[in-house]
């Protein structure tokens, strides 16, 4: 197999299993509140039924409302297919830097708030400030998080940070520990997750999501959340590429992309199971609480940054 | 365990205390302020026993055993006691708000990263990564102990400062002489048993935990005579 291959492949992996990572959540939701649930493939069924539909918009609506679907889904694609899942060093690695990466979600975070604000409705504008609000709080977060990393790494580069933690011994290092707390408190916030934003309901008032993309309708809604569905995968793909990257392969070879593939798919169902859980063990957050839950994971990030260079430079 | 595990297992519990001292400072209620400086004393003692085992320090094992007794389980009763006779389990009650007082905490534990680094240098012992972090420790405590309005919350942070203190005694001498410990766990449990009286003297003389009120009383009662 040649390394192209395998660079498209867990792309297209990647967006054609982010449908089912968001019913898997929903599977496990379901079953640890002792409900049934829609099945893991109700994801695909929803985006099926809205590719059909037709599209209603209001009349109001400008140039931005219409393409936002398609640059925020882009945009989204871009970052994913750049992320390794199971190859180190793919074609693309150059360009698999994490700042473009939080570069990337900014773009396609900032063409959803315009289309919330294009439509006038009260429920867009408010969404696309608090969404903007959030994400002030939560990039530098996340930055400050994957920062720890790079220092021991010495790059930003995914491929290189990758290899780096393949190729350096054991050991305890508290710094990481911090910085993947503070990454997982991302993680869900970015995905608008509980205990953040509900992502079951449009009905409520302190909605951040769902009131943006409220006024969206046929294929440019099902565009939306198919980008949100894939924007989860991501995170969890880069998680696991940051903090747990045993069983990656290095060369293209078919055994071991299948054994990669088969280790991938196992730390994103873990991974995917602990967000289910916090979202059942946990309620939804004060609207006003949100920036300190932001501040709070921005602050353990930069204890990750302070005890890396306390306790593990000189080491 | 190799020496290497051992110091890598110190930082990481070093490491944890810095956690937990941030812990106490972004709390908001009374009861879980308590936990964590259980939680805090816990870690003490396990970091006790880490070192005493790594430096074959009997003496050391005796003040684990001592402050897992202490600070992890006799202190945080007595206070949890206070609070639950005093009804003063709702909120801490910052004088800022949580985020300042954060970025407050960061800068101070810059600061003494900055300043305890000549002195790391120098040092040989396989604690001396955890001096930075115990002296951020002793000032998180007095920040806290300055941005709370409670009395109670401010002794938190007084018993937090000698957990702190604790710690920089282990990590930068392999701990003191066990006499001393035993004179300043009795000089703690002391302290602790005295404060909770106070509370209570405070509170029937003032109606209020609250520092301020007790100010506003005071020159309120000069203005009278």
């Known amino acids: ?315 | 365990m190799t020496a290497a595990m051992i110091q890598q297992l110190v930082d990481g519990l070093a490491a944890l205390m810095l956690l937990t001292s941030f812990a106490l400072l972004a709390q908001h209620r009374m009861l879980s302020v308590l936990n964590w400086f259980a939680v805090q004393g816990l870690l003490l003692a396990v970091t006790a026993a880490v070192v005493a085992y790594g430096s074959d320090n009997h003496e050391l094992y005796i003040s684990a055993v001592m402050t897992f007794l202490l600070k992890g389980l006799l202190l945080p009763w007595l206070l949890w006691r206070v609070i639950r006779e005093l009804h003063v389990h709702r909120e801490v009650e910052p004088l800022m708000n949580t985020s300042l007082t954060m970025l407050l905490a960061l800068g101070v534990t810059l600061f003494s990263f900055h300043v305890i680094q000549p002195i790391e240098k120098i040092s040989q012992l396989m604690t001396r990564d955890s001096m930075a972090i115990a002296t951020a420790c002793v000032l998180l405590g007095m920040l806290m102990m300055i941005t709370r309005r409670k009395a109670i919350t401010q002794v938190v942070g007084f018993l937090a400062v000698e957990n702190s203190l604790f710690f920089a005694a282990i990590g930068s001498t392999n701990g003191m002489p066990l006499v001393v410990e035993i004179g300043i766990a009795f000089d703690v449990l002391i302290a602790a048993l005295i404060f909770g009286l106070f509370f209570f003297q405070i509170r029937d003389t003032f109606d209020s935990l609250e520092v301020d009120a007790m100010n506003a009383h005071l020159i309120h009662g000069d203005d009278e005579e």
């Not at chain 1, 498209?8 to 992996?13: F, G, K, S, W």
């Not at chain 1, 893991?40 to 059909?52: G, H, T, V």
């Not at chain 1, 006038?120 to 400050?144: I, K, N, Q």
């Not at chain 1, 707390?181 to 909605?207: F, K, S, W, Y």
Request: charge should be neutral.
């Open chain 1, 1 to 315: 197999m040649s390394s192209s291959f395998v660079q498209v492949l867990q792309a297209v992996l990647l967006v054609l299993l982010a449908p089912l990572a968001a019913g898997f959540v929903a599977t496990c939701k379901a079953r640890l509140q002792n409900r049934r649930g829609a099945g893991i493939w109700q994801p695909w069924r929803n985006l099926r039924k809205l590719f059909a539909k037709q599209v209603v918009m209001a009349s109001h609506a400008s140039w931005i409302f219409r393409t936002a679907p398609y640059v925020v889904f882009t945009a989204t694609l871009t970052a994913a297919s750049v992320v390794p899942a199971l190859l180190v060093d793919t074609p693309l690695s150059m360009t698999a830097d994490v700042i473009a990466l939080v570069a990337l979600l900014a773009l396609a975070r900032f063409f959803m708030a315009l289309a919330g604000m294009d439509i006038g409705t009260a429920f867009g504008g408010m969404g696309a400030s608090r969404e903007m609000t959030f994400g002030a709080l939560a990039e530098p977060a996340m930055l400050m998080s994957i920062f720890v990393l790079s220092l021991s790494a010495h790059s930003t580069n995914l491929t290189t940070m990758i290899n780096h933690t393949l190729n350096s011994p054991f050991a305890l290092h508290p710094s990481l520990a911090f910085a993947f707390v503070a990454m997982l408190m991302i993680a869900v916030a970015e995905n608008g997750r509980i205990p953040v934003d509900n992502p079951d309901t449009h009905l409520e008032l302190t909605m951040i999501h769902e009131a943006m993309i409220l006024e969206y309708s046929g294929r440019h809604l099902a565009l939306m959340e198919w980008a949100a569905m894939v924007k989860l995968l991501l995170f969890a793909t880069l998680i696991t590429d940051l903090f747990i990257p045993w069983g990656m392969t290095l060369t293209a070879d078919p055994a071991g992309v299948v054994l990669a593939l088969a280790l991938w798919l196992f730390k994103l169902a873990g991974l995917l199971f602990i967000l289910a859980v916090i979202e059942t063990g946990l309620a939804k957050l004060r609207l006003f609480e949100v920036p300190e839950y932001l501040s709070g994971a921005f602050v353990i990030a930069f204890l990750g940054l302070l005890s890396f260079y306390m306790l593990e430079v000189g080491v």
